[in-house]
């Protein structure tokens, strides 16, 4: 089974440029999370979908990041304008549902620089 | 509010030697719960979870986890540790929307 895949792997940006980061999760989960992981620092949650609707955005910061979900399957995540402070892990992580019991796969991760 | 503790920000251990990460938690209502992890540059794999029945789990690479619902405790432990153990452990309790809310981690070191 092919897990969850995350692109790119590293991007190095210049402050207030933008940014996107792809997700593909396991096929046939419905729930799809992307989880923010600043250095030193445990996965924190930006936004949880379930099928192509959000469930959670209450830590996304909505100025400048975007994230969506079409058709259900594929997510984008994207960042505009970048601050220095967004330097981090970008984890993108499914599940087959959002029971608090599921197990949630997780990708590699994109790691920003922004500088 | 809902949130994970682990105390010990960096470990080392010899190679061979138990092991035993710590965890708290804090949670209203029974709590779900996970130990994840994190080698150098790749996602997190999950060792064992916690939700019900015998409060002692068993996981994948020999690792255990006791849940302690009187210490609000869920303590990894291995009882001989190799050196392809270091990395990066992370505790977690699930919320009821399915989020996982994230301890600060526990960089493990395996001495020689």
């Known amino acids: 089974e092919a897990g969850v895949a995350q692109s790119p792997r590293y991007k190095i940006i210049e402050k207030r440029q933008s940014v996107a980061f792809w997700c593909n999760p396991i096929s046939g989960h419905a729930t799809l999370y992307w989880y923010q992981q600043i250095l030193g620092q445990g996965p924190k949650l930006l936004i949880q979908?379930?099928?192509?609707?959000?469930?959670?955005d209450s830590q996304l910061p909505k100025d400048r990041f975007s994230a969506e979900r079409l058709k259900g399957v594929d997510s984008t995540l994207k960042i505009q304008p970048a601050k220095l402070e967004d330097s981090a892990v970008y984890l993108c992580?499914?599940?087959?549902?959002?029971?608090?019991?599921?197990?949630?796969?997780f990708g590699p991760g994109t790691r920003l620089l922004v500088l | 509010a809902q949130s994970v503790t682990q105390p010990d920000i960096h470990i080392t251990v010899s190679e061979g030697a138990s092991l035993e990460l710590r965890c708290n938690y804090s949670?209203?209502?029974?709590?779900?719960l996970f130990w994840y992890v994190q080698s150098p540059g790749q996602g997190l794999q999950l060792l064992l979870k916690?939700?019900?029945?015998?409060?002692l789990v068993q996981g994948i690479k020999g690792f255990e986890a006791e849940f302690k619902r009187s210490q609000s405790s869920f303590n990894l432990r291995k009882p001989s540790v190799h050196w392809s153990d270091a990395a990066e452990y992370f505790c977690a309790v699930g919320s009821n929307t399915g989020k996982l809310i994230f301890g600060q981690g526990t960089t493990l070191q395996v001495k020689p």
């Open positions: 979908f379930q099928n192509n609707g959000v469930v959670d």
């Open positions: 992580a499914s599940s087959l549902g959002p029971d608090r019991g599921e197990t949630q796969y």
């Open positions: 916690y939700f019900s029945g015998d409060t």
């Open positions: 949670y209203g209502a029974t709590p779900y």
